[in-house]
């Protein structure tokens, strides 16, 4: 299930080695402002095709994917990551963290307008946390800003944030879309699910549920107009489809994700290809029924082998991870219980869990949401056969999937899970004191939660390092879920299409600079 860190487009390994942020203070000369350098402009609509659509309008609880994409284009968050996934300014052009850590101060750029008109204040950014944090929203990202115990507005430019404690990943917690900042006025009004409203390079037009979604150049932008005037998001079913649309000129952006449709590209069309920041992962209902055996759990672990599962679904295309994917806190994808397939261990755990000749289960799938997750269920449901283990596979369709995976009504999901380069922001929302997505994590711990807890507020990094790397051994060695792999997506642009440069924070703000020719 595509969660709450953005769309679809990954960072290269090498991009993720140099992370760090100056908690003390941030000054806006990091800032990545857009500024539109060019005075071209194109009036036909730019295209944008996926085989997924667009399920919510309200970015603080949108998980798919693409609702996370073209919603970033319309809202900004207080904070985003730069090329080399640094956190840099966006809607706050500085913060300062007082002395104890337990209290961050944002300054608000000055004279950025929503689309309704209205200016942007500390008044919106204390409404717009405040019902993340309200339990009644069913926020999304609520756990990246759980430490937030009160919310200030000292001038109507700056805002502050009291912690209950030192908290040194909300940076890397405030840069999600579903942290959006949202006017106070809508929020009061309740037009937030239907009328989008927000301070990015463009504003809502109109949306048709499964089928598309309209944009339109926002003039006001305060990082200055784009020259495109119009972006439409068309779902169209399958990637092969998409391909046609491309070399036919009817699409001039398709994201996709299958390497054997990109093979069959050719003619002009620019192609980039980025290891992505997601990870596919076989995740476990552990509270009842068979997998609520730790050792039938590590049974699977061991029965699956993971390369077969890349090779088939995505052409080898990617990487087998373990629970961290990329950056200095990933594991060796080979560590821990099984980090290559043992049929001989995955009977030993069946033995161990009283259930030597196998048992059987129902994984959910969706090829709309993920092209690549049928192949990974056929491969994995052959793997388990081996060794007496009889997995139904049930393939649904975008919502139904979304809906099940939400309120945790399946045994086990092949789902593609949005990451962070922080370790505590990828897992607490599932895992930690609070968990905003406890009930589709399928798992709780007391030892885990304090694991993630200690990583998040220890003040060196050093240890927070090697906490970091308890809580990967401790997901894969009680097989919490099955991390799988970490594949390339693929975003293919027509030829006309100018200055695009895919962002490790997987949105496509880069359109506000983005021209297009002829």
Not at 243 to 250: C, K, N
Not at 252 to 259: E, R
Not at 335 to 358: D, E, I, V
Not at 456 to 467: G, I, V, W, Y
């Amino acid at each position: 299930m595509p969660l709450a860190s953005l769309s679809r487009r990954g960072a290269p390994a090498a991009a993720l080695v140099a992370l760090s942020i100056g908690l003390a203070a941030c000054s806006s000369s990091g800032s990545s402002t857009p500024g539109n350098s060019s005075s071209s402009t194109s009036s036909a609509p730019f295209v944008v095709a996926n085989t997924s659509s667009v399920q919510k309008l309200d970015p603080q609880i949108a998980t798919n994917f693409l609702d996370l994409q073209a919603l970033g284009l319309v809202y900004q968050p207080l904070v985003t990551l730069s090329s080399s996934l640094q956190v840099v300014p966006d809607l706050a052009s500085s913060w300062t963290f007082s002395s104890d850590s337990k209290s961050v101060t944002f300054t608000l750029r000055s004279g950025v307008k929503f689309d309704d008109g209205s200016t942007l204040t500390s008044a919106d950014v204390k409404a717009s946390l405040e019902r993340v944090l309200n339990p009644k929203t069913a926020a999304a990202a609520a756990s990246n800003i759980a430490t937030v115990a009160s919310i200030s507005t000292p001038t109507p430019q700056t805002v502050t944030l009291q912690l209950t404690h030192p908290d040194f990943s909300i940076l890397y917690g405030l840069t999600t879309t579903n942290l959006s900042i949202l006017p106070a006025s809508a929020i009061t009004a309740g037009t937030i699910a239907t009328k989008p409203d927000g301070t990015g390079p463009f504003k809502f037009v109109s949306w048709s549920p499964g089928t598309s979604l309209t944009l339109a150049s926002n003039a006001s932008y305060w990082g200055g107009a784009p020259s495109i005037k119009q972006v439409i998001f068309r779902t169209i079913p399958d990637e092969q489809s998409i391909a046609s649309a491309l070399q036919a000129g009817t699409v001039q952006m398709g994201l996709l994700t299958q390497p054997q449709v990109v093979k069959t590209l050719g003619g002009s069309l620019q192609v980039d290809k980025e290891l992505d920041l997601n990870y596919r992962a076989l995740m476990l209902q552990d509270r009842t029924g068979p997998l609520a055996n730790a050792n039938a759990r590590l049974a699977i672990q061991c029965a699956l082998n993971r390369t077969d599962i890349l090779a088939n679904a995505a052409l080898g295309q990617g990487k087998v991870v373990g629970p961290v994917p990329l950056g200095p806190y990933a594991p060796s994808p080979t560590a821990g219980t099984c980090g290559t397939q043992n049929l001989t261990q995955a009977a030993q755990y069946l033995a161990k869990a009283g259930m030597s000749k196998g048992f059987s289960f129902t994984a959910i799938t969706s090829d709309a949401l993920d092209a690549t997750s049928n192949a990974q269920a056929v491969t994995a449901q052959s793997d388990l056969a081996k060794v007496g283990i009889h997995m139904t596979i049930d393939n649904l369709g975008e919502n139904d999937y979304i809906q099940r995976w939400l309120k945790g009504q399946f045994q086990a999901a092949f789902a593609e899970n949005g990451a962070n380069p922080d370790p505590y922001i990828m897992y607490g929302r599932y895992f930690g004191p609070g968990a905003n997505l406890a009930v589709p994590s399928g798992y709780s711990s007391p030892a885990l939660a304090s694991l993630l807890t200690n990583a998040d507020q220890n003040p060196s990094a050093s240890t927070r390092a090697s906490l970091y790397d308890q809580i990967s051994t401790y997901l894969t060695s009680n097989a919490v879920w099955i991390w799988l792999f970490d594949s390339y997506d693929y975003t293919v642009l027509a030829s006309s299409v100018h200055g695009y440069t895919p962002l490790p924070n997987e949105q496509l703000s880069a359109l506000a600079t983005t021209t297009v020719s002829g």
